[in-house]
């Protein structure tokens, strides 16, 4: 009799599909090679349109299961879909943390919020011809005050069927400590459940992903770090890319990207995964 544990199954997700095309290109080798099993869609990045997505849909359709969602995208340096859409600067939205500002200190209008987020879920199903499987948000956006709750009310009203993303990482103290920003996404992420709960929207039990991009890292340790303690169906967060000229103009996340790409697509992946008793769905 085999008494060995069935292998947790989780989600690893490539955020900013729609960023670049160097970015899209690293997503759809990783899906195509079963490394990734899934990705989130910026409808408002350049480098998003019938070809790219035709392409990722090309790249998904080749692997067993592949979950494609929406990134919500509500920051500096990209643009609205709606016309009057507000806080803005010189056209585009505001940076991360005048939003995370605005919307701590309630000076966010949340309907407006909420149009953008409802126009960018009907450009998703534009695209791609159906809703998104889940919902997340560049720069986690969805966990904002204010915004969280027009973000889950356009989810509840256009893809109702789709589970959304939280940020709690299932770390210890010591641990989340060690990493200020995972703590603060703890922090947001515990109304956020409550809030989706309240509305009856599915979303992950357990996160990770969240780590220091502007200093050097051993990003096969830190994924290590990752799978530990990460519950069935939690969600990783990676952001593999190749860099362009589109990518530096418009990102700082340039050759960390690079380096996710080469450990995700290398053999001690795999070899990691099965020493954790992980799988990829």
């Known amino acids: 009799?085999?008494?060995?544990?069935?292998?947790?199954?989780?989600?690893?997700?490539?955020?900013?599909?729609?960023?670049?095309?160097?970015?899209?290109?690293?997503?759809?080798?990783?899906?195509?090679?079963g490394r990734l099993n899934a990705t989130s869609v910026m409808v408002v990045g350049p480098a998003i349109g019938r070809a790219e997505v035709s392409a990722l849909q090309a790249a998904a359709g080749k692997t067993p299961r592949c979950a494609i969602g929406l990134h919500v995208t509500l920051t500096a340096p990209f643009r609205p879909l709606t016309m009057h859409f507000k806080p803005l600067d010189g056209g585009m939205f505001v940076a991360f943390p005048k939003l995370l500002r605005a919307g701590l200190l309630r000076?966010?209008?949340p309907e407006i919020i909420h149009a953008e987020v409802m126009v960018q879920l009907s450009a998703f199903a534009e695209f791609f011809g159906r809703s998104p499987e889940f919902v997340d948000g560049h720069q986690h956006v969805q966990l904002f005050p204010q915004?969280?709750?027009?973000?889950?009310?356009?989810?509840?009203?256009?893809?109702?069927?789709?589970?959304?993303?939280?940020g709690g990482d299932n770390q210890t103290?010591?641990?989340?400590?060690?990493?200020?920003?995972?703590?603060?996404?703890?922090?947001?992420?515990?109304?956020?459940?409550?809030?989706?709960?309240?509305?009856?929207?599915?979303?992950?039990?357990?996160?990770?992903?969240?780590?220091?991009?502007?200093?050097?890292?051993?990003?096969?340790?830190?994924?290590?770090?990752?799978?530990?303690?990460?519950?069935?169906?939690?969600?990783?967060?990676c952001h593999p890319g190749f860099v362009d000229?589109?990518?530096?103009?418009?990102?700082?996340?340039t050759t960390v990207r690079e380096q996710e790409h080469a450990f995700l697509g290398g053999e001690d992946f795999p070899r990691l995964l099965a020493a954790n008793n992980v799988t990829l769905y």
């Open 107 to 109: 000076r966010l209008d």
């Open 147 to 166: 915004v969280r709750d027009a973000f889950l009310s356009a989810v509840k009203a256009a893809a109702p069927a789709a589970w959304v993303r939280q």
């Open 173 to 237: 103290l010591v641990q989340r400590l060690r990493t200020p920003k995972a703590l603060v996404l703890d922090i947001l992420s515990a109304q956020f459940r409550r809030r989706a709960s309240q509305a009856e929207i599915a979303f992950n039990p357990g996160f990770a992903g969240v780590y220091d991009f502007s200093r050097p890292s051993d990003f096969g340790g830190l994924m290590e770090q990752f799978l530990d303690r990460l519950p069935e169906h939690g969600v990783i967060m």
């Open 1 to 33: 009799m085999n008494d060995a544990a069935p292998p947790r199954r989780i989600w690893l997700c490539a955020d900013d599909y729609g960023l670049s095309p160097g970015v899209n290109r690293a997503i759809r080798d990783l899906i195509e090679r």
């Open 245 to 253: 000229d589109t990518l530096v103009s418009l990102d700082p996340l």
